[in-house]
């Protein structure tokens, strides 16, 4: 198992649309649990392996407390979506930022597991919405693309200055506390 590094925005490799999944192999299943490694690491509930670089149609989830819920969606598709609300989400690419997202507070969603079995899940509240979130990365889509472009430019300017003073003082971004404050994958 190894730790990945996590992309931030706005790194344009975040832009990327993730290709579908077609082969289910050894590498996968060590891809997986390497990015549930790396989730859990963060810390974060959720990961989609757009943030790690790997343009593929795969994400990661555990929205429990004690990390005994763990999820992961292949090639994901939505079926259904319902209950409109309004929740409050961050992203480990988007490190120390959180707003308020609009999103369905129920999906219904088909995918298939880590051997290329096809599964359907429903899912409700924070599990619905991450699920989103995470899927909107596949699609080269972050939380903050919801927010007014004021508040966006801000979230991108405060992000560069904080990478510029992290360079300057020789600290890797791995080592640095902001991670630890997510939202949605917190
Ligand atoms: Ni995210």
Redesign the pocket.
């Given at each position: 198992m190894a730790l990945l590094d996590i992309l931030e925005y706005p790194d344009p490799r975040l832009r990327n649309r993730a290709e579908p999944i077609t082969v289910f192999d050894a590498v996968l299943v060590k891809r997986v649990k390497d990015m549930f490694e790396t989730m859990y690491a963060a810390p974060g509930i959720?990961l989609?392996a757009t943030?790690v670089n790997v343009h593929q149609r795969l994400l990661v989830m555990d929205v429990s407390q004690d990390r005994s819920a763990p999820m992961v969606f292949i090639n994901p598709e939505i079926l259904e979506r319902r209950e409109v609300g309004v929740m409050e989400e961050g992203?480990?690419?988007?490190p120390g930022y959180f707003d308020d997202v609009e999103r369905a507070q129920y999906v219904k969603v088909r995918a298939q597991d880590q051997h290329g079995i096809t599964f359907e899940r429903e899912l409700s509240g924070l599990e619905a919405v991450c699920l989103q979130?995470?899927m909107d990365?596949l699609d080269g889509k972050?939380?903050v693309d919801y927010l007014s472009l004021l508040k966006r430019d801000r979230v991108r300017r405060k992000l560069e200055k904080e990478r510029k003073d992290r360079a300057s003082r020789g600290v890797s971004p791995a080592t640095t506390a902001d991670k630890a404050a997510v939202g949605?994958?917190r």
């Open positions: 959720g989609a943030q992203c480990l690419s988007v979130h995470e990365h972050l939380f949605v994958e």
